[in-house]
């Protein structure tokens, strides 16, 4: 049974206030002084962290949808992908802000000493062209043309991955990598395989229409 329509637009609107609340947390311990020795690196991490949580609950959208057969549910990706996009803006000003002052000099050092940033920043400029599309009047200029833009969403989040595995292999630390890699390629897994099952089912009633035409 699905929600009804004022109950879809009820858990939206929870899901809106409930995305700021990591937002609302980071300003509300920097009030308070509680951000530890480093608050840049605290802050830096959250809004990383952030940005892949989000970007894990978009894809979850479409195998969660196929899964159980809640249509609406496509009604909160774009929400979860703008914010995954929104984390990744404070996450990028973070670094060229609080972190380096738009120092360009001391930035091109540090990305040459981490060279992981590289691929966060890849991952970020790809992330722009989703967001700036997302709009329904985007969608319908675009056509099919859209799903293909939007299939660069595998590439971010393959770029995410690296960048997570690539920062913590520096500290020889891959747990966290390691279970956001997999949950990454189960996603990414399950909408391989829906798409496969979905191309086997073309085919066959292809081949059934074409037998029901053959004479005799
Ligand atoms: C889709 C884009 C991105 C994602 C998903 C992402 C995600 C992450 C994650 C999960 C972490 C590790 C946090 C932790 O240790 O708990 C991280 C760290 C970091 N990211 Fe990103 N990131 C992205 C883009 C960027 C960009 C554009 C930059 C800067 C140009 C950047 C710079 C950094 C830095 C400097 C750290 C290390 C912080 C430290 O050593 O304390 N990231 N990021």
């Known amino acids: 049974m699905q929600p ?3 109950q879809q637009k009820w858990i939206k609107r929870l ?3 409930l995305a700021l609340l990591p937002l609302a947390s980071v300003v509300w311990m920097g009030v308070q002084d509680r951000l530890g020795a480093n608050p ?4 830096t991490r959250a809004s990383g962290d952030w940005t892949l949580y989000f970007l894990c609950m978009t894809l979850a959208i479409t195998p969660l949808r196929k899964l159980t057969g809640q249509a609406w549910l496509l009604k909160l990706r774009r929400m979860l992908g703008l914010y995954c996009f929104f984390y990744a803006c404070l996450h990028f000003t973070t ?3 609080f972190d380096h002052f738009f120092d360009l000099a001391e930035m091109w050092k540090d990305v040459k000493k981490r060279p992981f940033i590289t691929v966060g920043f890849t991952a970020f400029v790809l992330l722009w062209p989703l ?3 997302s709009t329904n009047a985007m969608m319908r200029k675009l056509g099919r043309r859209w799903q293909t833009l939007h299939r660069l969403v595998y590439l971010i989040a393959v770029l995410a991955i690296l960048h997570f595995w690539w920062m913590r ?3 020889n630390n891959f747990g966290e990598p390691i279970i956001f890699g997999s949950i990454i390629l189960l996603l990414l897994g399950a ?3 829906f798409h496969w099952q979905q191309a086997r089912a073309a085919a066959r009633s292809l081949a059934v ?3 029901m035409k053959e004479p005799g």
């Not at 840049?40 to 802050?43: A, P, S």
């Open 191 to 193: 909408r391989l395989a």
């Open 15 to 17: 899901l809106f206030v």
């Open 169 to 171: 292999a520096g500290k």
């Open 40 to 43: 840049i690196e605290y802050i």
């Open 131 to 133: 967001a700036l599309t």
């Open 209 to 211: 229409e074409a037998s």
């Open 95 to 97: 670094f060229i802000w």
């Open 4 to 6: 009804s329509v004022s």
